[in-house]
C-alpha cells in the first residue's frame, strides 16, 4: 500500500506561485514514477507533470512546460511542484499521484489552487 498526502494549495493571485508537496509513504519507491494531476470544475483529470523516483527523469503537459517544475526528495520520499507564473486557467485540485503498476494506481487526496485574475 501507498499512502499519499498533499499540501501546499491555496489562493493566489495570478503571476504568483506555489509549491505543493506529496509526502509518500508505505513502500519503497526506488522504481516508481510520481506525478501531479489536476482536476478543474467540470472538466476530466488531466495530466500536469511526472518523475521517475530513481534518476529524476521529468515530462510535463504542454500547458504548464516552462512554468511548473516537478522535483523530489529521497530522503524524505516527498514530491514537489512548484508553480509559477500561475494563471487563472490553472484553477483547479491538484491530485498527486504513484504509479507501481505501469499506470497511476495510487492518489492522493487533492489540495486547491484557486488563481484569481
Known amino acids: 500500500q501507498v499512502q499519499l498526502v498533499e499540501s501546499g494549495g491555496g489562493l493566489v493571485q495570478a503571476g504568483g506561485s506555489l509549491r505543493l508537496s506529496c509526502a509518500a509513504s508505505g513502500r519503497t519507491f526506488n522504481k516508481y514514477r510520481m506525478g501531479w494531476f489536476r482536476q478543474a470544475p467540470g472538466k476530466e483529470r488531466s495530466f500536469v507533470a511526472a518523475i521517475q523516483w530513481s534518476g529524476g527523469t521529468t515530462n510535463y503537459a504542454d500547458s504548464v512546460e516552462g512554468r511548473f517544475t516537478i522535483s523530489r526528495e529521497i530522503a524524505k520520499t516527498t514530491v514537489y511542484l512548484q508553480m509559477n507564473d500561475l494563471k487563472p486557467e490553472d484553477t483547479a485540485v491538484y491530485y498527486c499521484?504513484?504509479?507501481?503498476?505501469?499506470?497511476?494506481?495510487?492518489w492522493g487526496q487533492g489540495t486547491q489552487v484557486t488563481v484569481s485574475s
Open positions: 499521484a504513484a504509479d507501481t503498476t505501469g499506470a497511476f494506481n495510487y
